[in-house]
């Protein structure tokens, strides 16, 4: 018997790795710039786990981790350590994976996106595994990848929608992007998403359900609206029927458009996790959080509302122009390199309307083609108006839809007119002229 | 005295005043090695060309009046110290073929001094052991009778530099295998400090215990040694940046005024001969003028059950790359020792069990670290016996693991608290060597040097070799 249930409630939690942008990788001197590289190019004792090789952390990995936390609003616990997460698996050259069990580098921060506030759990440093292919009955291994430093940003089961994973992902995305510490590229890998999701049929309950589904597999924000709400739909197809989903592993498969199972977890993994003897506990002072603190950027969310006041900006222009961190910096300069001569809101139509390329104009250039662009020529007023009849003499059909009411057909007299006179001159004068002809 | 059985120091002076060339002492070595080594097994790679094409370099460095500390001078490393282009086993199966293509932080130290590696030496495998049998090479027999184990697991090191296969040898040390081997064999051996010694290259057992050491006749060569090995590594970790001091400097200080502890738990129930022994170890000790203390270390007896925790434990872990599909052989391979260790491992870190076992453990570590903390408030430095009993016969404990993980008892908490520890000879029962083991606080291997230089001055044990001079 199929039942519609209508108290129930989604619940998502979200696992997210980021590569750092390090130049070396974790814990070895080997380069990580692996994409498209030779296999096994990039790669040392070290990440190849041999006999007798030691890992040495990396520095700037550990501060841009905590860097990311302290974005995300999370305690900085003065003493953390790594441990050995062992577990076997080809690409996996030392037969543990070093990464931080109970005492990661951040803990319990949150993040507010539209006014609701996401729980973060904690974010804690790892290694990158190596990446396996299978050709012709045989499996290769790079290792290029093996010990690129990743930061994972685990959420509290916050989320109850797709939408709402969505804003948050592109958020954090952000967020690392002004950081500078990864291009986040989703496509490259250097993204990777992994939702939990489950659903409970008493809403009113804080006790999580006996199950979970983790989807991994993602590789745009696109696939994961889709996979959450395929695996809602999902999962409650078979809640009415009366019965529990299989807590299980599943895959997004693009060409199915659905998720498909990969491993169904019959108990949890045991990783025999102990504290990693190879890396002395890292002690932080009081004082060193504070730098790493200062040294922070302004973040999306404080430029936003900055824009929004200093340069008297709408909403929506400045929610484009601080989506990427090198546009908004772009757009100051611009700001600056105007004196005055051009406001910031006509900048700001400019970058947005146009699509500049900020790579291509330097933001000093860009001023000078705003002035020009608002130059017009003078022209005489008989002259035009010969030229609007002319064009509505040729153009018959013109007048006959504006008298059915398609007001947009104006746009393409007003092309004809500028077309003829090959001048630069006010497109408001002539939209005048051809509305006092039309009546 | 044939080359061969040189110290280090010696063999140095009669370098530079060309007495004879590297090649002639390397020779000496190899020869004694192809003489030996059929009966004693203390090799498992010799590395005849390779050594005779360095101590040629040598010879002309040092004619070219190159001063290094260890130039032209013959030495073993144990086959656990990773050698570029040199096969580097472990003594188990699974390596038997595996070449690493990368030398250890401590070998190119070695090289840079100038030393010459004769060849690897033979262990028990993985460094599993306390005898010197558990090797998938063979047994190692001690040279001084060849009836006896030589202890291990560091076994075909300590042979090698007792029998004159070698001036010096490498050596690792996670809970006694340096100490025990050398005082079966008569020489010195050290376990330095934790992190004293970059562990970068050397195949891990136990990666908190693990301390990279040597072993050589005498403890100023000792000293000479360490000069080399010491020092921060940027390929580990572990390793401070605590200054190396000139370990020979203050070896001519002696003892007068020292307070050195004995530790009522580490005399109880040794047996009666070592004890003998021991009580005439302090009486020389007392006339050096030491002051000799009575102390105790309340959580000693702890101290094989928390290394038989973490140890396996770490093990356990250290094994899981040896998977056979990038290098070696598969895991059918592992010999039994090692399969129980990664059993025992693998249950005492598993979820239900890791708090009762593991952080247990960790917590009694502690303590042990604490008992010798306390203890350094009173005494300079401790001293007791290296080994509860006389050395045994080959086969004697092979089935009884219990009975063999005891044979390190005095060893361990050394291993746990990471200080440094010299074991040094002191004297023969029924023939066979025995040993004492000086025990300081951390960083303390200049004082360390200090005591066992001036005992062995007063003893002389070392002159004694098991072969002709």
Same mark, same amino acid.
């Given at each position: 018997?199929?039942?519609?249930?209508?108290?129930?409630?989604?619940?998502?939690?979200?696992?997210?790795?980021?590569?750092?942008?390090?130049?070396?990788?974790?814990?070895?001197?080997?380069?990580?710039?692996?994409?498209?590289?030779?296999?096994?190019?990039?790669?040392?004792?070290?990440?190849?786990?041999?006999?007798?090789?030691?890992?040495?952390?990396?520095?700037?990995?550990?501060?841009?981790?905590?860097?990311?936390?302290?974005?995300?609003?999370?305690?900085?616990?003065?003493?953390?350590?790594?441990?050995?997460?062992?577990?076997?698996?080809?690409?996996?050259?030392?037969?543990?994976?070093?990464?931080?069990?109970?005492?990661?580098?951040?803990?319990?921060?949150?993040?507010?996106?539209?006014?609701?506030?996401?729980?973060?759990?904690?974010?804690?440093?790892?290694?990158?595994?190596?990446?396996?292919?299978?050709?012709?009955?045989?499996?290769?291994?790079?290792?290029?990848?093996?010990?690129?430093?990743?930061?994972?940003?685990?959420?509290?089961?916050?989320?109850?929608?797709?939408?709402?994973?969505?804003?948050?992902?592109?958020?954090?995305?952000?967020?690392?992007?002004?950081?500078?510490?990864?291009?986040?590229?989703?496509?490259?890998?250097?993204?990777?998403?992994?939702?939990?999701?489950?659903?409970?049929l008493n809403s009113n309950s804080k006790i999580l359900p006996k199950y979970k589904v983790e989807v991994k597999n993602i590789n745009s924000f696109g696939f994961v609206e889709k996979a959450i709400d395929f695996e809602i739909k999902r999962?409650?197809?078979?809640?009415?029927?009366?019965?529990?989903?299989?807590?299980?592993?599943?895959?997004?498969?693009?060409?199915?458009?659905?998720?498909?199972?990969?491993?169904?977890?019959?108990?949890?993994?045991?990783?025999?996790?102990?504290?990693?003897?190879?890396?002395?506990?890292?002690?932080?002072?009081?004082?060193?959080?504070?730098?790493?603190?200062?040294?922070?950027?302004?973040?999306?969310?404080?430029?936003?509302?900055?824009?929004?006041?200093?340069?008297?900006?709408?909403?929506?222009?400045?929610?484009?122009?601080?989506?990427?961190?090198?546009?908004?910096?772009?757009?100051?300069?611009?700001?600056?390199?105007?004196?005055?001569?051009?406001?910031?809101?006509?900048?700001?139509?400019?970058?947005?309307n146009k699509k500049i390329s900020i790579d291509e104009i330097l933001p000093a250039k860009l001023i000078e083609d705003i002035l020009t662009a608002n130059k017009t020529e003078e022209i005489n007023i008989n002259e035009l108006r010969a030229?609007?009849?002319?064009?509505?003499?040729?153009?018959?059909?013109?007048?006959?839809?504006?008298?059915?009411?398609?007001?947009?057909?104006?746009?393409?007299?007003?092309?004809?007119?500028?077309?003829?006179?090959?001048?630069?001159?006010?497109?408001?004068?002539?939209?005048?002229?051809?509305?006092?002809?039309?009546? | 005295?044939?080359?061969?059985?040189?110290?280090?120091?010696?063999?140095?002076?009669?370098?530079?005043?060309?007495?004879?060339?590297?090649?002639?002492?390397?020779?000496?070595?190899?020869?004694?090695?192809?003489?030996?080594?059929?009966?004693?097994?203390?090799?498992?790679?010799?590395?005849?060309?390779?050594?005779?094409?360095?101590?040629?370099?040598?010879?002309?460095?040092?004619?070219?009046?190159?001063?290094?500390?260890?130039?032209?001078?013959?030495?073993?490393?144990?086959?656990?110290?990773?050698?570029?282009?040199?096969?580097?086993?472990?003594?188990?199966?699974?390596?038997?073929?595996?070449?690493?293509?990368y030398d250890a932080t401590v070998i190119s130290k070695l090289k840079n001094a100038g030393a010459v590696i004769v060849g690897k030496t033979n262990l028990d495998a993985w460094a599993h052991g306390s005898s010197g049998e558990n090797s998938?090479?063979?047994?190692?027999?001690?040279?001084?009778?060849?009836?006896?184990?030589?202890?291990?697991?560091?076994?075909?090191?300590?042979?090698?530099?007792?029998?004159?296969?070698?001036?010096?040898?490498?050596?690792?040390?996670?809970?006694?295998?340096?100490?025990?081997?050398?005082?079966?064999?008569?020489?010195?051996?050290?376990?330095?400090?934790?992190?004293?010694?970059?562990?970068?290259?050397?195949? @891990?057992?136990? /990666? %908190?215990?693990?301390?990279?050491?040597?072993?050589?006749?005498?403890?100023? $060569?000792? *000293?000479? =040694?360490? #000069?080399?090995?010491?020092?921060?590594?940027?390929?580990?970790?572990?390793?401070?940046?605590?200054?190396?001091?000139?370990?020979?400097?203050?070896?001519?200080?002696?003892?007068?005024?020292?307070?050195?502890?004995?530790?009522?738990?580490?005399?109880?129930?040794?047996?009666?001969?070592?004890?003998?022994?021991?009580?005439?170890?302090?009486?020389?000790?007392?006339?050096?003028?030491?002051?000799?203390?009575?102390?105790?270390?309340?959580?000693?007896?702890?101290?094989?059950?928390?290394?038989?925790?973490?140890?396996? @434990?770490?093990? /356990? %872990?250290?094994?899981?790359?040896?998977?056979?599909?990038?290098?070696?052989? $598969?895991? *059918?391979? =592992?010999? #039994?020792?090692?399969?129980?260790?990664?059993?025992?491992?693998?249950?005492?870190?598993?979820?239900?069990?890791?708090?009762?076992?593991?952080?247990?453990?960790?917590?009694?570590?502690?303590?042990?670290?604490?008992?010798?903390?306390?203890?350094?408030?009173?005494?300079?430095?401790?001293?007791?016996?290296?080994?509860?009993?006389?050395?045994?016969?080959?086969?004697?404990?092979?089935?009884?693991?219990?009975?063999?993980?005891?044979?390190?008892?005095?060893?361990?908490?050394?291993?746990?608290?990471?200080?440094?520890?010299?074991?040094?000879? %002191?004297?023969?029962?029924?023939?066979?060597?025995?040993?004492?083991?000086?025990?300081?606080?951390? =960083?303390?291997?200049?004082?360390?040097?200090?005591?066992?230089?001036?005992?062995?001055?007063?003893?002389?044990?070392?002159?004694?070799?098991?072969?002709?001079?």
């Amino acid at each position: 018997m199929k039942k519609r249930l209508m108290n129930y409630k989604v619940i998502i939690g979200l696992e997210v790795h980021v590569e750092l942008k390090t130049q070396s990788k974790m814990f070895c001197g080997c380069l990580t710039d692996y994409f498209g590289q030779k296999p096994n190019s990039h790669t040392c004792p070290v990440c190849l786990g041999l006999p007798g090789a030691l890992p040495v952390p990396n520095q700037q990995a550990i501060e841009w981790c905590v860097q990311i936390g302290l974005a995300l609003n999370c305690q900085i616990p003065l003493f953390a350590k790594f441990d050995r997460k062992n577990y076997f698996y080809p690409d996996l050259s030392k037969g543990y994976q070093i990464s931080q069990y109970d005492e990661p580098f951040c803990l319990g921060g949150h993040i507010q996106i539209k006014g609701k506030k996401f729980g973060i759990t904690r974010v804690h440093m790892e290694e990158d595994t190596g990446k396996l292919t299978h050709e012709g009955g045989s499996s290769l291994i790079d290792f290029n990848r093996s010990g690129v430093p990743l930061v994972e940003i685990v959420t509290e089961p916050d989320f109850d929608n797709a939408k709402d994973v969505k804003a948050y992902l592109q958020k954090l995305q952000q967020i690392v992007r002004y950081l500078g510490v990864s291009d986040a590229d989703m496509e490259k890998g250097q993204m990777r998403l992994e939702p939990n999701i489950s659903i409970t049929l008493n809403s009113n309950s804080k006790i999580l359900p006996k199950y979970k589904v983790e989807v991994k597999n993602i590789n745009s924000f696109g696939f994961v609206e889709k996979a959450i709400d395929f695996e809602i739909k999902r999962q409650l197809e078979i809640l009415e029927k009366g019965d529990t989903p299989k807590q299980e592993t599943r895959g997004w498969d693009e060409e199915k458009n659905g998720t498909v199972s990969q491993r169904v977890k019959e108990e949890a993994n045991d990783y025999r996790y102990f504290p990693e003897p190879d890396i002395p506990p890292i002690r932080w002072t009081a004082k060193q959080i504070e730098i790493l603190k200062s040294q922070i950027p302004e973040l999306p969310d404080e430029k936003l509302t900055r824009f929004e006041k200093e340069f008297s900006l709408s909403m929506y222009d400045a929610e484009i122009l601080v989506k990427d961190d090198q546009q908004a910096n772009y757009f100051e300069q611009a700001v600056k390199d105007a004196s005055g001569k051009v406001t910031p809101k006509q900048i700001a139509n400019y970058i947005i309307n146009k699509k500049i390329s900020i790579d291509e104009i330097l933001p000093a250039k860009l001023i000078e083609d705003i002035l020009t662009a608002n130059k017009t020529e003078e022209i005489n007023i008989n002259e035009l108006r010969a030229i609007v009849q002319k064009v509505l003499q040729d153009n018959p059909k013109v007048t006959a839809e504006f008298k059915n009411g398609k007001e947009n057909v104006i746009q393409f007299a007003i092309g004809q007119v500028m077309y003829i006179i090959k001048k630069k001159i006010d497109v408001n004068i002539v939209r005048k002229l051809i509305l006092e002809e039309l009546k | 005295m044939k080359l061969n059985n040189l110290t280090i120091k010696k063999a140095m002076q009669g370098l530079k005043d060309r007495q004879y060339s590297s090649v002639e002492l390397v020779t000496a070595c190899l020869d004694q090695i192809r003489m030996r080594n059929q009966n004693l097994n203390a090799f498992i790679t010799v590395c005849e060309d390779k050594a005779l094409e360095q101590a040629k370099q040598a010879d002309v460095l040092i004619k070219d009046g190159q001063d290094l500390p260890l130039l032209g001078i013959p030495i073993a490393a144990k086959d656990i110290f990773s050698t570029k282009g040199v096969k580097t086993t472990a003594a188990s199966k699974v390596l038997d073929s595996y070449i690493p293509p990368y030398d250890a932080t401590v070998i190119s130290k070695l090289k840079n001094a100038g030393a010459v590696i004769v060849g690897k030496t033979n262990l028990d495998a993985w460094a599993h052991g306390s005898s010197g049998e558990n090797s998938d090479f063979g047994a190692v027999k001690n040279p001084w009778n060849e009836e006896y184990v030589p202890g291990g697991s560091s076994s075909g090191s300590a042979v090698s530099v007792t029998s004159g296969m070698a001036l010096a040898a490498t050596g690792t040390d996670t809970g006694g295998s340096i100490r025990l081997p050398a005082s079966f064999t008569n020489i010195v051996g050290l376990k330095p400090t934790y992190g004293r010694v970059s562990r970068y290259g050397i195949i @891990a057992m136990a /990666s %908190s215990l693990d301390c990279v050491g040597h072993f050589t006749k005498t403890v100023e $060569d000792s *000293a000479l =040694f360490l #000069n080399v090995t010491a020092g921060k590594d940027s390929f580990d970790a572990t390793t401070p940046p605590e200054i190396v001091p000139d370990y020979l400097k203050s070896l001519p200080n002696g003892i007068n005024g020292l307070r050195i502890g004995v530790p009522k738990e580490y005399i109880e129930g040794i047996e009666p001969e070592i004890f003998n022994n021991f009580k005439s170890s302090l009486k020389i000790l007392g006339k050096l003028g030491a002051e000799i203390i009575n102390i105790s270390l309340p959580n000693t007896e702890y101290g094989i059950a928390v290394y038989y925790i973490i140890q396996p @434990a770490e093990v /356990s %872990s250290n094994l899981a790359r040896f998977d056979g599909i990038r290098y070696g052989n $598969d895991r *059918a391979s =592992f010999g #039994n020792e090692a399969k129980r260790r990664i059993m025992l491992g693998t249950f005492t870190l598993s979820v239900g069990y890791y708090d009762a076992y593991y952080k247990k453990a960790m917590k009694v570590r502690t303590l042990i670290i604490q008992d010798f903390e306390n203890a350094y408030k009173k005494v300079d430095a401790i001293v007791s016996p290296v080994s509860p009993t006389v050395v045994w016969k080959i086969g004697e404990k092979v089935n009884d693991p219990l009975k063999m993980y005891l044979s390190d008892v005095l060893t361990v908490n050394c291993n746990l608290a990471g200080i440094p520890g010299l074991s040094v000879p %002191s004297g023969f029962i029924q023939g066979l060597p025995v040993g004492i083991q000086f025990l300081g606080p951390k =960083f303390s291997e200049e004082l360390l040097f200090r005591i066992g230089h001036t005992f062995e001055q007063e003893t002389r044990f070392f002159e004694k070799t098991p072969y002709e001079l």
